[in-house]
């Protein structure tokens, strides 16, 4: 069954607005990692949170985690036309085998 | 220098046939995947090996089979293609499961 639910499936804004998307998993998770997908391409790891940590930065991205809700998020600020691609969370569940289970991933389209 | 290369890059084909898909990393990682991504972009683990031993290996027919001659290969077999196998799959690596590197994926069509 699939671990993440992201929202929204596609989203689209203006180049140097804030793009917020939102990822829910279902069990308990040891850590939440986003990766961005560029069309025709590989995933490729953006940030990592723990279970232990709230939030996160990384230049412009900032990611936070409530595990009282099982729901994290991803704040990509002052956004760029670069930044079109397909978002994914991934969680590796407490306890599981070496598995990373990804979200439905939420499409973002930065217009220039 | 690319870290993570699958080939071919498109894979056509008929109904029927059998396909191999290769992926090769340079990172000294010990692990490697295969992943499944469907029409809809929903992606889903099909192999995990380490240090050429199979460690996860989920629900997938087993027309599909992975094969590592080494820590730094991992290549997929599939048997008998069905038109439900038409997808992009891709191959990653870890050191450990936290940061995984994706190759950019092969996409498989059949016809």
């Known amino acids: 069954s699939q671990q993440g639910e992201e929202d929204p499936q596609a989203l689209s804004i203006q180049e140097g607005e804030n793009a917020t998307m939102n990822c829910s998993y279902k069990?308990?998770?040891?850590?939440l990692q986003w990766y961005r997908q560029n069309s025709g391409r590989g995933l490729v790891h953006l940030i990592l949170?723990?279970?232990?940590?709230r939030e996160k930065h990384s230049g412009r991205l900032r990611v936070t985690l409530d595990t009282s809700k099982k729901s994290s998020s991803l704040l990509i600020t002052a956004s760029r036309a670069a930044d079109t691609a397909s978002y994914f969370c991934?969680?590796?569940?407490?306890?599981?085998?070496?598995?990373?289970?990804f979200g439905s991933g939420t499409q973002l389209t930065v217009l220039p | 220098d690319t870290a993570v290369s699958q080939t071919p890059k498109y894979l056509v084909t008929q109904m029927g046939n059998d396909k191999s898909i290769k992926c090769e990393q340079n990172?000294?990682?010990?692990?490697m995947y295969w992943y499944k991504q469907d029409s809809k972009k929903f992606l889903k683990i099909m192999f995990s090996?380490?240090?050429?031993?199979?460690?996860i290996n989920e629900t997938v027919p087993n027309r599909f089979s992975p094969k590592s001659p080494d820590k730094a290969h991992l290549n997929l077999h599939i048997n008998s293609l069905e038109l439900g196998d038409s997808a992009v799959y891709f191959c990653?690596?870890?050191?450990?499961?936290?940061?995984?590197?994706f190759g950019p994926g092969t996409r498989l069509t059949v016809l």
């Open positions: 990653a690596s870890s050191q450990d499961v936290l940061r995984q590197f």
């Open positions: 069990t308990s998770i040891n850590n």
């Open positions: 949170i723990r279970s232990n940590e």
């Open positions: 991934a969680s590796i569940s407490s306890g599981s085998a070496r598995q990373l289970t």
């Open positions: 990172l000294g990682h010990d692990t």
């Open positions: 090996y380490n240090n050429k031993e199979l460690i």
